[in-house]
């Protein structure tokens, strides 16, 4: 393969109003391509009293957009092969489309329309609207989901981004309107700085122009910098919540992290696939899932952005089961920073997550995943190309210290919702 067609190759050029614009080449004999425009969107920005805005105005991108309203547009989608779906989270928003590389040019200008000409009606705001409702209710009465909101609760202080899942409540969400919409779009999506990430056998010059010719519509001063206070540094808190008549208890163990760009991480990402993160290799899916079967699932996460991140340890068991399923979270936390990890443990866990890039480039909307995160995170064009030999001189003691830090369990909350009270 050559550095011209090399999916881990990623080439920078800029576009209009400040655009940045990422070039991927797909995998060889790839039929798909794949683009994403990402903006300072996320529900961090929510508006004091508007919560929940950025998720539903990025959900309601999808549904219409220049002319077309949701039917028309599914239509149009389904003719040309393609999707196009969007994500929320902290710290920004992203829209995708995907599809056939003949479709391409269509394609992307859905992708310019969605972006930039929503139509945010009525009907479609009242159908999202009591989406949300929906999850709000389980976020509060599920187990998974109010374990991973009190965990955040505990963690991150009132106005930090890494708080809420950007939900906001009944009041907040009934609240909006289309023009609260509107103007959280203008300020977000259209303003200066957004970035268009683009998988295609394009050359780079050519996205640029097609860039230039189809996102004419923005421009406008960029947000102001997020807000994000200092996450709290007191000691371990422990948090139950019972709820009765249900079959599962959900356990959390986890803190504030390191961000993305900090030295620490790649020994702080193996550190945690060792822990959890590589499920089946991992030594919580041995210790709890595998050879204790005390639990329905058992893993970890460490998910480091760009204002610092987080990390949990996780598991599902049931009522009765829970209490020793914590003490084994606990221990293995512990072991991860403070006793020598076997060198023959890191390698397999270190090769493992190397052959998952690898694997990774198979399809097109995995190799573009990979293309996002370097684009975001301002990495080397080559990231992908050098993360091997990064992760391979990563040596076990440095596992060890960035296991302390990114995963400080003295600093840790701990969570446990469900039937905790059952006999």
Not at 205 to 232: I, Q
Request: with cysteine.
């Amino acid at each position: 393969m050559t550095e011209a067609h090399d999916p881990l190759r990623l080439e920078y050029a800029r576009g209009p109003h400040e655009l940045r614009i990422v070039r991927q080449p797909p995998a060889a004999g790839s039929v798909s391509f794949s683009a994403t425009f990402l903006a300072n969107a996320g529900w961090g920005y929510d508006p004091d009293g508007r919560e929940s805005v950025a998720r539903i105005t990025t959900q309601l991108l999808t549904s219409g957009a220049g002319t077309r309203n949701r039917l028309q547009l599914a239509r149009f989608l389904d003719r040309a092969g393609g999707t196009l779906s969007a994500h929320c989270d902290p710290e920004s928003a992203e829209l995708t489309v995907w599809g056939p590389i003949g479709s391409t040019d269509a394609l992307l200008r859905v992708l310019a329309d969605a972006v930039q000409r929503p139509r945010f009606e009525t009907t479609d705001l009242e159908r999202v609207r009591r989406q949300v409702h929906e999850r709000q209710l389980r976020e509060l009465a599920q187990p998974s989901p109010r374990a991973d909101r009190e965990l955040h609760r505990a963690v991150f202080p009132d106005g930090h981004p890494y708080r809420t899942q950007g939900l906001g409540d009944r009041r907040s969400v009934d609240r909006l309107t289309r023009e609260d919409l509107r103007r959280f779009h203008r300020q977000h999506f259209l303003s200066d700085g957004g970035l268009l990430v683009v998988t295609s056998p394009l050359s780079t010059s050519a996205v640029t122009l097609r860039a230039h010719r189809l996102f004419e519509g923005l421009g406008g001063p960029p947000p102001a910098p997020l807000s994000v206070p200092a996450p709290s540094r007191r000691g371990p808190r422990e948090i139950e919540v019972d709820l009765p008549g249900l079959r599962q208890v959900e356990v959390r163990l986890g803190g504030a992290s390191i961000a993305r760009s900090d030295p620490s991480f790649p020994a702080a990402y193996l550190a945690d696939e060792i822990l959890g993160g590589a499920t089946l290799l991992s030594r919580l899916f041995s210790r709890v899932r595998s050879k204790g079967g005390l639990a329905y699932h058992a893993s970890s996460h460490l998910e480091a952005m760009r204002h610092g991140g987080y990390w949990v340890a996780e598991a599902g068991t049931g009522g009765e089961r829970w209490r020793k399923v914590l003490p084994m979270l606990r221990d293995e936390v512990a072991r991860i920073a403070e006793e020598p990890i076997p060198r023959s443990e890191l390698d397999l866990v270190r090769e493992s997550r190397l052959g998952e890039v690898a694997l990774a480039l198979e399809s097109t909307a995995d190799a573009h995943e990979l293309a996002l995160d370097v684009a975001y995170h301002h990495l080397p064009e080559d990231h992908w190309v050098q993360w091997p030999s990064i992760l391979r001189a990563v040596t076990p003691a440095e596992v060890n210290r960035a296991a302390g830090e990114a995963l400080n369990r003295h600093r840790a909350a701990t969570v446990v919702v469900g039937p905790i009270r059952a006999k």
